[in-house]
Protein backbone atom coordinates (compact mmCIF):
# COMPACT_ATOMS: atom_id res chain seq x y z
CA UNK A 1 0.00 0.00 0.00
CA UNK A 2 1.21 3.55 -1.24
CA UNK A 3 0.12 6.43 0.78
CA UNK A 4 -0.58 9.75 -1.02
CA UNK A 5 1.68 12.69 -1.64
CA UNK A 6 0.99 15.81 0.58
CA UNK A 7 3.71 17.77 -0.93
CA UNK A 8 3.10 20.85 1.98
CA UNK A 9 4.49 18.15 4.56
CA UNK A 10 7.89 18.22 2.55
CA UNK A 11 9.78 20.36 5.24
CA UNK A 12 7.05 20.37 8.28
CA UNK A 13 8.39 20.33 11.43
CA UNK A 14 6.23 17.13 13.29
CA UNK A 15 6.29 15.53 16.18
CA UNK A 16 4.54 12.36 17.27
CA UNK A 17 3.88 11.09 20.77
CA UNK A 18 4.85 7.43 21.26
CA UNK A 19 6.11 7.47 17.62
CA UNK A 20 8.68 4.55 17.24
CA UNK A 21 5.77 1.17 18.03
CA UNK A 22 2.58 0.28 16.57
CA UNK A 23 0.21 2.96 14.85
CA UNK A 24 2.74 5.81 15.86
CA UNK A 25 5.76 3.77 13.82
CA UNK A 26 3.20 3.50 10.79
CA UNK A 27 3.15 7.15 11.43
CA UNK A 28 6.46 8.40 11.89
CA UNK A 29 7.32 6.52 8.59
CA UNK A 30 4.45 8.22 6.53
CA UNK A 31 5.89 11.53 7.57
CA UNK A 32 9.04 10.44 6.86
CA UNK A 33 8.47 9.72 3.29
CA UNK A 34 6.63 12.70 2.86
CA UNK A 35 9.99 14.30 3.20
CA UNK A 36 8.67 16.40 6.88
CA UNK A 37 11.29 16.78 9.74
CA UNK A 38 9.83 14.42 12.19
CA UNK A 39 10.66 14.38 16.32
CA UNK A 40 9.23 11.44 18.31
CA UNK A 41 8.98 10.47 21.97
CA UNK A 42 8.58 6.95 24.02
CA UNK A 43 10.11 5.60 27.07
CA UNK A 44 11.70 2.92 25.47
CA UNK A 45 14.92 2.63 23.18
CA UNK A 46 14.13 3.66 19.42
CA UNK A 47 17.59 4.02 18.55
CA UNK A 48 17.63 1.13 15.92
CA UNK A 49 14.05 1.98 14.75
CA UNK A 50 15.21 5.05 13.94
CA UNK A 51 18.44 2.97 12.11
CA UNK A 52 15.99 1.26 9.93
CA UNK A 53 13.75 4.19 8.75
CA UNK A 54 16.94 6.22 7.59
CA UNK A 55 17.74 3.48 5.80
CA UNK A 56 14.40 3.15 4.13
CA UNK A 57 13.08 6.50 3.90
CA UNK A 58 16.45 8.44 3.36
CA UNK A 59 15.13 10.46 6.34
CA UNK A 60 16.25 9.98 9.74
CA UNK A 61 13.60 10.79 12.30
CA UNK A 62 14.72 12.43 15.91
CA UNK A 63 14.31 10.09 18.95
CA UNK A 64 13.57 11.93 22.17
CA UNK A 65 13.19 9.59 25.07
CA UNK A 66 10.32 10.75 27.49
CA UNK A 67 7.36 9.79 29.50
CA UNK A 68 4.72 11.89 28.60
CA UNK A 69 2.97 11.47 32.06
CA UNK A 70 5.44 13.63 33.25
CA UNK A 71 4.51 17.01 32.02
CA UNK A 72 7.68 18.98 32.98
CA UNK A 73 9.20 16.17 30.94
CA UNK A 74 6.76 16.11 28.10
CA UNK A 75 7.36 19.96 27.73
CA UNK A 76 10.85 19.90 27.95
CA UNK A 77 10.97 17.00 24.73
CA UNK A 78 8.33 19.03 22.88
CA UNK A 79 11.15 22.22 22.96
CA UNK A 80 14.04 20.78 22.18
CA UNK A 81 12.21 19.37 19.08
CA UNK A 82 11.32 22.32 17.94
CA UNK A 83 14.59 23.93 18.42
CA UNK A 84 16.16 20.99 16.35
CA UNK A 85 13.67 21.48 13.65
CA UNK A 86 11.78 24.47 14.04
CA UNK A 87 8.31 25.39 15.52
CA UNK A 88 6.28 22.37 15.74
CA UNK A 89 3.64 23.00 13.50
CA UNK A 90 2.07 19.27 13.12
CA UNK A 91 1.37 17.14 16.54
CA UNK A 92 0.29 14.21 16.85
CA UNK A 93 -0.93 13.00 20.11
CA UNK A 94 -0.67 9.26 19.32
CA UNK A 95 0.60 7.32 22.44
CA UNK A 96 -1.88 6.01 24.88
CA UNK A 97 -2.19 2.98 26.91
CA UNK A 98 -5.25 0.72 27.31
CA UNK A 99 -4.32 -1.41 30.10
CA UNK A 100 -7.70 -3.63 31.11
CA UNK A 101 -9.03 -3.24 34.58
CA UNK A 102 -11.60 -4.27 36.92
CA UNK A 103 -13.92 -1.10 37.92
CA UNK A 104 -14.42 -2.41 40.74
CA UNK A 105 -10.40 -2.90 41.88
CA UNK A 106 -9.49 0.08 40.02
CA UNK A 107 -7.76 2.47 42.79
CA UNK A 108 -6.81 6.14 42.57
CA UNK A 109 -3.57 5.45 41.92
CA UNK A 110 -4.32 3.96 38.45
CA UNK A 111 -6.77 5.81 37.34
CA UNK A 112 -4.75 9.40 37.81
CA UNK A 113 -1.91 7.28 36.03
CA UNK A 114 -4.31 6.26 33.12
CA UNK A 115 -5.55 9.81 32.86
CA UNK A 116 -2.60 11.74 32.66
CA UNK A 117 -1.30 8.95 30.29
CA UNK A 118 -4.27 9.01 28.03
CA UNK A 119 -5.72 12.65 28.27
CA UNK A 120 -3.47 15.19 30.40
CA UNK A 121 -0.85 14.29 28.27
CA UNK A 122 -2.44 15.49 25.04
CA UNK A 123 -3.60 18.58 26.71
CA UNK A 124 -0.03 19.85 28.33
CA UNK A 125 1.40 18.88 24.52
CA UNK A 126 -1.35 21.07 22.61
CA UNK A 127 -0.53 24.00 24.52
CA UNK A 128 3.28 23.51 24.79
CA UNK A 129 3.15 23.93 20.94
CA UNK A 130 0.37 25.89 20.63
CA UNK A 131 2.32 29.48 20.47
CA UNK A 132 5.06 28.35 18.13
CA UNK A 133 1.75 27.25 15.89
CA UNK A 134 0.23 30.97 16.45
CA UNK A 135 3.81 32.42 15.41
CA UNK A 136 3.80 30.36 12.80
CA UNK A 137 0.55 31.33 11.22
CA UNK A 138 -1.14 28.17 11.76
CA UNK A 139 -0.80 24.62 12.28
CA UNK A 140 -2.40 20.98 12.51
CA UNK A 141 -3.35 19.20 16.13
CA UNK A 142 -4.15 15.42 15.16
CA UNK A 143 -5.85 13.86 19.09
CA UNK A 144 -5.89 9.90 18.81
CA UNK A 145 -9.14 8.40 20.49
CA UNK A 146 -10.73 5.26 20.02
CA UNK A 147 -14.42 3.80 19.03
CA UNK A 148 -14.34 2.40 22.53
CA UNK A 149 -16.22 5.38 23.69
CA UNK A 150 -19.12 5.07 21.13
CA UNK A 151 -19.60 0.92 22.06
CA UNK A 152 -20.47 0.67 25.45
CA UNK A 153 -17.61 -1.53 25.72
CA UNK A 154 -16.44 -2.54 29.00
CA UNK A 155 -13.11 -3.55 31.08
CA UNK A 156 -11.43 -0.25 30.78
CA UNK A 157 -13.38 2.61 32.06
CA UNK A 158 -10.30 5.19 33.09
CA UNK A 159 -9.17 4.30 28.96
CA UNK A 160 -12.52 4.66 28.20
CA UNK A 161 -13.28 7.82 29.88
CA UNK A 162 -9.88 9.35 28.21
CA UNK A 163 -11.13 8.62 24.95
CA UNK A 164 -14.31 10.29 25.25
CA UNK A 165 -12.55 13.70 26.90
CA UNK A 166 -10.32 13.77 24.25
CA UNK A 167 -13.04 14.64 21.32
CA UNK A 168 -14.07 17.45 23.76
CA UNK A 169 -10.93 18.46 24.31
CA UNK A 170 -10.41 18.68 20.25
CA UNK A 171 -13.48 20.41 19.86
CA UNK A 172 -12.84 23.12 22.40
CA UNK A 173 -9.10 23.62 21.18
CA UNK A 174 -10.45 23.66 17.57
CA UNK A 175 -12.79 26.93 18.58
CA UNK A 176 -10.37 28.38 20.72
CA UNK A 177 -7.61 28.80 18.46
CA UNK A 178 -9.80 28.29 15.25
CA UNK A 179 -8.86 32.17 14.78
CA UNK A 180 -5.05 31.31 14.64
CA UNK A 181 -5.58 28.88 11.90
CA UNK A 182 -4.59 25.92 13.85
CA UNK A 183 -6.68 23.09 13.33
CA UNK A 184 -7.37 20.43 15.59
CA UNK A 185 -8.84 17.06 15.22
CA UNK A 186 -9.45 13.72 16.32
CA UNK A 187 -9.37 10.58 14.57
CA UNK A 188 -11.01 7.55 16.23
CA UNK A 189 -9.43 3.75 15.15
CA UNK A 190 -11.36 0.66 15.22
CA UNK A 191 -8.81 -2.58 16.43
CA UNK A 192 -5.92 -1.96 14.51
CA UNK A 193 -3.28 -4.94 14.73
CA UNK A 194 -0.59 -3.57 16.09
CA UNK A 195 2.09 -5.82 17.99
CA UNK A 196 0.93 -5.22 21.30
CA UNK A 197 -2.65 -5.91 20.59
CA UNK A 198 -1.85 -9.49 18.78
CA UNK A 199 0.58 -10.42 21.91
CA UNK A 200 -2.31 -9.47 24.40
CA UNK A 201 -6.03 -9.58 23.39
CA UNK A 202 -5.97 -11.00 19.75
CA UNK A 203 -7.02 -14.71 19.30
CA UNK A 204 -8.89 -16.10 16.52
CA UNK A 205 -12.17 -16.02 17.78
CA UNK A 206 -11.99 -12.52 18.97
CA UNK A 207 -10.91 -11.50 15.64
CA UNK A 208 -13.20 -13.57 13.47
CA UNK A 209 -16.25 -12.04 15.79
CA UNK A 210 -15.02 -8.32 15.59
CA UNK A 211 -14.42 -8.54 11.85
CA UNK A 212 -17.85 -10.02 11.55
CA UNK A 213 -19.52 -6.69 12.91
CA UNK A 214 -17.25 -4.62 10.47
CA UNK A 215 -18.50 -3.21 7.19
CA UNK A 216 -15.13 -4.32 5.49
CA UNK A 217 -14.01 -7.92 6.15
CA UNK A 218 -10.01 -7.35 6.14
CA UNK A 219 -8.60 -6.57 9.57
CA UNK A 220 -7.42 -2.92 10.24
CA UNK A 221 -3.30 -2.07 9.95
CA UNK A 222 -1.11 0.13 11.31
CA UNK A 223 -0.43 1.38 7.78
CA UNK A 224 -3.90 2.06 7.12
CA UNK A 225 -3.97 4.62 9.84
CA UNK A 226 -1.32 7.00 8.22
CA UNK A 227 -3.41 8.02 4.93
CA UNK A 228 -6.19 9.75 6.76
CA UNK A 229 -3.40 11.33 9.28
CA UNK A 230 -1.28 12.49 6.72
CA UNK A 231 -4.24 13.97 5.12
CA UNK A 232 -6.02 15.80 8.49
CA UNK A 233 -2.23 17.18 8.74
CA UNK A 234 -2.07 18.63 5.26
CA UNK A 235 -3.27 21.85 3.32
CA UNK A 236 -5.98 19.37 2.10
CA UNK A 237 -7.97 19.41 4.85
CA UNK A 238 -7.41 22.79 5.65
CA UNK A 239 -11.34 23.78 5.88
CA UNK A 240 -11.35 20.42 8.35
CA UNK A 241 -11.48 21.17 11.98
CA UNK A 242 -13.22 20.20 15.23
CA UNK A 243 -14.04 16.98 13.74
CA UNK A 244 -13.71 13.42 14.87
CA UNK A 245 -12.65 10.85 11.87
CA UNK A 246 -13.38 7.32 12.56
CA UNK A 247 -11.79 4.33 10.90
CA UNK A 248 -12.96 1.10 11.77
CA UNK A 249 -14.19 -0.61 8.61
CA UNK A 250 -17.58 0.00 9.47
CA UNK A 251 -17.73 -1.39 13.26
CA UNK A 252 -19.59 1.09 14.71
CA UNK A 253 -22.51 1.27 11.83
CA UNK A 254 -21.99 -2.29 11.10
Same mark, same amino acid.
Given at each position: @? ?11 ? %???? !? ?38 ? /?????? #? ?19 ? *? !?????? %????? =???? *? ?30 ? $? ?15 ? $? ?21 ? #? ?10 ? =? ?5 ? %? ?6 ? #? ?8 ? *? ?27 ? @? $? ?12 ? /?
Amino acid at each position: @MTDPVFPDLKGRS %VFIT !GGGAGIGAALTEAFLRQGARVAFCQRSDATPFCDAMELAT /GNRPLF #LPCDIAVTDQLQLTLATAAKA *H !GPITVL %VNNAA =NDQR *HDTLETDETFWDWSIDVNLRSYFFACQSVIPG $MQAAGGGSIVNFSSISF $MMADTGYAAYITANAGIVGLTRT #LAREFGPDRIRV =NAIAPGW %VLTDRQKE #LWVTPEALAS *HLARQCLPDPIQPADVAGSVLFLASDAAR @M $MTSQTLILDGGFVS /G
